[in-house]
């Protein structure tokens, strides 16, 4: 299966199955993705989501670089308003979404760690926004959950460098709320989960609900807007370029076009 769900105990563990190619999420893996957090957003036996990625290496390396690189602008829109569901899914449904991040969370990887109420990761874990790497920006609701989750001025240097993170580093900006050794992070995160799965369903939602009300400002808008330059950067050389530099395992010529 491309997401695998296991239900045990009111914990839903939702794994991202594509270790090959680190759990990097093509159109299939993206869809089913979406598919499986609508099923357990509506399922009550579901008490709580615990997302993470298949093997030892790998959360989910991003949005497939391969999949984007010949997408027009309609489509790129289409696949940017994918992710931005799986993410707003987590974000909103009504039950504790935790991400256990087990390797690389980069991109839309970093983005649906981000969407989760909480995230724990391993002390190999590393995180970041690369997209400007490949003429891009992030297009899953990076540019705005970021900030929030962290700061401004830290999302922008992630951004806008496309540096990666070490878990410390990640811990200390408060990108995520603890670290652990590899081994101890699936026990640990199980752990949290039991703790939440014990709690009122009912006082969960609620408290998720006005928690999210933090968010200040029109968030909506504000993913609305990151869409649409997502998308467009589709229709510039530098995206054909930052992509096929991917593909080809070399540096990129940037040139603003
Ligand atoms: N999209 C498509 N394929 C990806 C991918 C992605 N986001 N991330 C990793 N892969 C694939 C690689 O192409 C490679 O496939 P191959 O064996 O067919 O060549 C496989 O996963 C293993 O990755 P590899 O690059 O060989 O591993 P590494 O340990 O040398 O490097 C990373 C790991 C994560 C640093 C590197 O894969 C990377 O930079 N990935 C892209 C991350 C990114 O930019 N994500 C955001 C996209 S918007």
Redesign the pocket.
């Known amino acids: 299966m491309p997401i695998d769900v296991a239900l045990d105990g009111g914990i839903a563990t939702v794994t991202v199955n594509r270790p090959?190619?680190?759990n990097?999420?093509?159109l299939e893996h993206a869809e089913s993705l979406r598919a499986r957090l609508e099923e357990l957003a509506a399922d009550d036996e579901a008490r709580v989501v615990l997302l993470t990625g298949a093997g030892d290496?790998?959360f989910v390396?991003?949005?497939?670089?391969?999949?984007?690189q010949a997408l027009g602008v309609l489509e790129a829109r289409r696949w940017g308003e994918l992710g931005q569901a799986c993410a707003s899914l987590l974000e909103t449904m009504p039950k504790p979404t935790v991400a256990a991040v087990n390797g690389?969370a980069?991109?839309?990887?970093c983005e649906l760690a981000l969407a989760c109420d909480i995230r724990l990761a391993s002390a190999n874990a590393?995180l970041g926004?690369?997209?400007v790497?490949?003429g891009?920006v992030?297009?899953w609701g990076g540019t705005q959950r970021l900030a929030r989750v962290t700061t401004l001025g830290f999302a922008k240097e992630l951004c806008f460098t496309?540096r990666?993170v070490g878990a410390e580093e990640a811990l200390a900006r408060g990108l995520v709320n603890a670290v652990h050794e590899p081994d101890d992070l699936l026990p640990k995160a199980r752990e949290l989960c039991e703790t939440l799965a014990a709690k009122s369903p009912l006082a969960l939602a609620y408290a998720k609900e006005a928690a999210n009300l933090a968010l200040a400002g029109d968030h909506r808008g504000n993913l609305e807007t990151e869409a649409r330059l997502f998308s467009m950067l589709f229709s510039s050389e530098d995206q054909k370029e930052g992509m096929a530099a991917?593909?080809e395992?070399r540096e990129p010529r940037f040139t603003g076009r």
Do not use: C, N, S
């Open positions: 090959d190619a680190l990097a999420l093509d290496r790998a390396a991003g949005a497939d670089i391969k999949y984007m690389f980069l991109g839309g990887g590393k926004q690369p997209e790497k490949l891009i992030p297009g496309g990666t991917f593909v395992k």
